[in-house]
């Protein structure tokens, strides 16, 4: 070895060379002893004696380790075997299994809760999410205290009157109402009715099993989505000013509203009617306007009620009838016999059936020509409509601006479901 490498290090007596490895020694026993403590006195084992086995007590199972290996290091190699010390669970296993949602239950809470949406006691609000989702088609809010807000600024402003039809689940955590709500424009001095139709989607929240949403469509706009600018342009269109004389009328129920045309429901009502000469003719009408005004058996004078109808059985329009409302109060036995043999007494059965309106002066071609579109549209719409038709007169032609008159042409409908 070359001397320099020799004279770097250091020398040592012979006596430092037995003290060092002691010294190394000395300090892995005390490192030992420190980290794995013995026993004092541990009992002496001969070379062919067995190990000591600490006793079992009766009906104690044996305690086994599992033995290292290769096969333990391996991933995966313990998936499918229980652990020796007790089951192993999955994680779907240890969370607490969630409560079911009584979808059933929240229908019958939706028919009795609902209708109360615009009377003073209102709508349960405990039933909600405080994070709900209200929209429709030109509002939107996120939270319950913005849809009560809404719900107060439309009483204040709208009077509605709220009907629900129907309320079904549709999917797992969603539940469906069918509704009409009629509104009466508070402001404007003519008071415009707004009437509008459509379903709501209610989304359940499954976690807490209130609801957390709430989405309306409208059955009069084909974009429903929030902001939706024909929703507001039909909100303006209803604000047109249609004078409608405050008379009796015959009591019908909007089902659906279209931008087209009305769905109703009729209930029954009593006409007194004569022969007429066309849809949008006169002929007959002082006849029976007599009849009201005391020409009677009776001589007993009725209330003046609203419209004046005219009906039509074919479609060549061979028989034409002008009919007269009687009061809603009266029943065929306690009405008295007409003058006149060319008036007779009978009852409407009601039913349902599909209004279209319009304004101006209902002139014959205007008329069928009103007849025509609505005919087309429920054609369209899949509805099945009977022959025939009626038209309704509100106002006093000689009294009432044309912009201003309320006509309406209907046509009675087989077999409608309101879906």
């Known amino acids: 070895m070359p001397s320099s490498f020799t004279s770097w290090r250091p020398a040592h007596t012979s006596n430092e060379k037995m003290a060092a490895p002691q010294r190394h020694h000395s300090l892995i026993d005390r490192r030992r002893r420190r980290t794995w403590p013995r026993p004092s006195s541990p009992p002496a084992l001969s070379p062919r004696s067995p190990p000591r086995v600490a006793p079992r007590r009766p009906g104690a199972a044996a305690a086994s380790f599992p033995r290292k290996g290769p096969s333990s290091s391996r991933p995966g190699a313990s998936r499918g075997r229980r652990s020796k010390w007790g089951p192993r669970l999955s994680l779907a296993e240890q969370s607490p299994p969630k409560p079911a949602v009584d979808v059933e239950r929240l229908v019958g809470f939706l028919y009795d809760d609902l209708p109360h949406l615009f009377d003073d006691q209102g709508i349960d609000r405990t039933a909600y999410d405080e994070r709900v989702k209200f929209r429709d088609p030109i509002t939107k809010h996120d939270t319950i205290s913005g849809y009560l807000f809404n719900i107060a600024f439309l009483k204040t402003v709208f009077r509605p009157d709220f009907q629900l039809h129907w309320v079904k689940q549709t999917g797992p955590y969603e539940i469906t109402t069918r509704w009409t709500m009629v509104m009466k424009f508070m402001p404007l001095p003519w008071k415009p009715e707004l009437i509008f139709t459509g379903t709501s989607i209610m989304g359940i929240n499954p976690e807490t099993g209130k ?207 309101l879906d």
């Open 211 to 417: 609801f957390c949403s709430h989405v309306d469509y409208w059955d009069s706009i084909k974009k429903n989505e929030y902001f939706s600018l024909e929703g507001l342009w039909e909100v303006f269109r209803q604000l047109r000013y249609y004078k409608t004389p405050e008379l009796q009328s015959p009591s019908y129920q909007i089902l659906k509203r279209t931008g087209k045309y009305e769905v109703r429901k009729y209930v029954p009502f009593l006409v007194a009617e004569t022969s007429g000469d066309k849809l949008s003719g006169s002929k007959g009408f002082n006849d029976i306007a007599g009849y009201i005004f005391g020409k009677n058996s009776k001589m007993e004078k009725m209330k003046m009620t609203t419209p004046v109808f005219t009906e039509a059985f074919d479609n060549e329009l061979s028989k034409i009838l002008i009919q007269f409302v009687l009061p809603l109060d009266k029943d065929l036995s306690s009405l008295p016999d007409p003058s006149q043999e060319t008036i007779s007494l009978r009852q409407v059965e009601g039913g349902i059936a599909a209004v279209l309106k319009f304004s101006g002066k209902p002139t014959e071609d205007i008329v069928l020509e009103k007849e025509r579109e609505l005919r087309s549209s429920l054609l369209r719409d899949g509805l099945k409509a009977k022959t025939g038709c009626l038209l309704a007169r509100y106002n006093d032609p000689g009294r009432t601006w044309s912009f201003t008159m309320r006509n309406e042409v209907l046509i009675w409908l087989e077999d409608f479901e």
